[in-house]
């Protein structure tokens, strides 16, 4: 064999310092994807339809929506992941460049370039964009976090960045999760810089800001661990009523369901079933916004937590498909690939419905399936 020279072994140290220095795993999936085929097939799998043309085909519901929240970096870098998405789904969600860290990183001084490239894609492929999220206590800026202000100081921040966002998106996003995950655990107000700073009111004023800049975008109040019966959903249920009653400008409420197949992690259908019809009949919409489910901690083989999966998102997808408030479904990414799961949970975990490859797994089938059922 050839010796190596010390330049070429000069290069090697620095391609596998380079790779270890890459800090996110997200990071390191988009380099590894210039190994994969891009020249996807025009249907995932030798399937002959895709999961918005089977949901488009629906004449019972034939406005129904299916996304999946898009991670930036791929969707700037990947055909494939480009390809995909525009193939298979009718409705985008960012999942982090809408957020305030970015759009606002310092004090009204806003970038939209990241949130405008992601709606010019959505146009482009007649997919439909929900905002996410106007007020949340995550991925605030550090000059708002470590600032201190008064109550009406804060107020008039709220007011400022809500008013200076839905007015740029106006016409481009339909829909606008307002006020994400106010609640906690147990249904107490969670006590973020929002709740601290101006009180609980800090909800209503949010809807209201949003309403004055954009009448006609719904405006939605979002949170996880709430679809079904318990603390937390009478409570979320209790907060979208009190809104009703008061005539805030409230549309609809967006339940994340990041569920899995594990013991007391599968949602109870018949549970969500009802939270979904009392929140219906308070004239509001509902969208599940967020939904992955998790196979780590299931039973049984690989094949079997696979099958186990497609269950969950079957039965999900089902029952809001027969449920009128139910409009939308999206997931939370759509590629294990990008999953913001295995980070979270530090364990490796494959919850979307599409292979690392973006192959189509049995969950994706039962997708379909479950969109072409009368
Ligand atoms: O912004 C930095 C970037 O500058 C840096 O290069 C990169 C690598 O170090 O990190 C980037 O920040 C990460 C950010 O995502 C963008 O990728 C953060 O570390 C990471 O914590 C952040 O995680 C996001 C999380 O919200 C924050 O709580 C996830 O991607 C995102 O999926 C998740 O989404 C939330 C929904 O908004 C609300 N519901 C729950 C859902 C899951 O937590």
Redesign the pocket.
């Known amino acids: 064999m050839k010796k190596r020279t010390h330049a070429q072994l000069a290069a090697l140290v620095f391609c596998v310092l380079v790779w270890c220095a890459i ?2 795993r ?2 390191r999936a988009l380099r590894a994807e210039a190994t994969l085929d891009t020249t996807a097939s025009a249907t995932a799998g030798g399937m002959t339809t895709t999961l918005r043309i089977a949901a488009e085909s629906r004449s019972d519901k034939p406005d129904f929506l299916i996304g999946a ?1 898009v ?1 930036y970096p791929p969707l700037m870098a990947s055909p494939i992941y480009r390809d995909t998405l525009a193939r298979e789904y009718n409705l985008v969600v960012p ?2 460049v809408m ?1 305030w ?1 970015t759009i606002e990183p310092e004090e009204a001084k806003f970038d939209f370039d990241p949130g405008d490239a992601l709606v010019s894609f959505a146009e482009e492929h007649q997919m439909k964009v929900r905002g ?2 106007l007020v ?1 206590h ?2 605030l800026p550090g000059w708002l976090t470590t600032g201190t202000h008064t109550r009406d100081q804060l107020l008039a921040i709220l007011k400022t960045h809500i008013q200076t966002v839905v007015a740029h998106y106006k016409g481009h996003v339909f829909a606008w999760d307002v006020v ?2 106010a609640i906690g655990d147990n249904g107490s107000m969670r006590e973020t810089i929002w709740y601290k700073g101006i009180g609980p009111d800090y909800i209503e004023q949010a809807f209201r800001f949003a309403h004055e800049a954009d009448p006609d975008v719904q405006l939605f109040y ?1 949170d ?1 661990g709430a679809e079904g019966l318990g603390a937390k959903s009478s409570a979320v249920y209790s907060l979208v009523k009190d809104l009703k009653d008061k005539g805030v400008p409230i549309d609809g409420v967006g339940l ?1 369901m ?1 569920v899995g197949i594990a013991v007391n992690q599968v949602p109870v259908i018949e549970n969500v079933k009802d939270n979904i019809e009392r929140l219906g009949a308070l004239g509001l919409k509902v969208h599940i916004t ?1 939904m992955d489910v998790k196979i780590q901690n299931g039973i049984g083989t690989y094949d079997e937590k696979l099958a186990a999966q497609a269950n969950v998102y079957a039965d999900v997808l089902r029952l809001c498909l027969h449920e009128p408030a139910c409009t939308a479904l999206l997931t ?1 990414g759509f590629t294990d690939r990008y999953s ?1 799961i295995p ?2 949970t530090h364990h490796p975990d494959e919850p979307l419905p599409f292979t690392v490859d973006y192959q189509p797994k049995p969950a994706y089938a039962a997708l379909i399936q479950t969109l072409t059922e009368p």
């Open positions: 800090p996110q997200q990071d929240a991670a999942e982090n957020k860290e996410h999220t949340w995550q991925q994400n995950e979002n996880f994340q990041h967020e939370w913001w980070d979270f």
